[in-house]
């Protein structure tokens, strides 16, 4: 990625249009980056972040069996 010398990392550069067809006069090409800096601005206002997925490792953990006997000592044995 190449900067010209002066921009500085924050900033952004200016968003570019390239007319394909034609010859639009500078009204027209003024009303349509309005239009179209509309609607980008209504559905960036509208957006939803997604919810965060659970891991790998919370979907592959198992709930105990049963909860655990905390009154037998560990080193008995009960078999």
């Given at each position: 990625?190449?900067?010209?010398?002066?921009?500085?990392?924050?900033e952004?550069?200016?968003?570019?249009?390239?007319?394909?067809?034609?010859?639009?006069?500078?009204?027209?090409l003024?009303?349509?980056?309005?239009?179209?800096?509309?609607?980008?601005?209504?559905?960036?206002?509208?957006?939803?972040?997604?919810?965060?997925?659970?891991?790998?490792?919370q979907?592959?953990?198992?709930?105990?069996?049963?909860?655990?006997?905390?009154?037998?000592?560990?080193?008995?044995f009960?078999?």
């Amino acid at each position: 990625m190449t900067r010209e010398i002066g921009q500085h990392a924050g900033e952004q550069d200016p968003p570019r249009v390239e007319v394909v067809r034609g010859r639009p006069t500078e009204e027209e090409l003024a009303a349509l980056l309005a239009v179209v800096g509309e609607a980008y601005t209504r559905e960036a206002a509208e957006a939803v972040a997604d919810e965060p997925r659970p891991s790998a490792w919370q979907v592959s953990r198992r709930r105990l069996r049963r909860p655990l006997a905390r009154d037998l000592p560990w080193g008995r044995f009960s078999g």
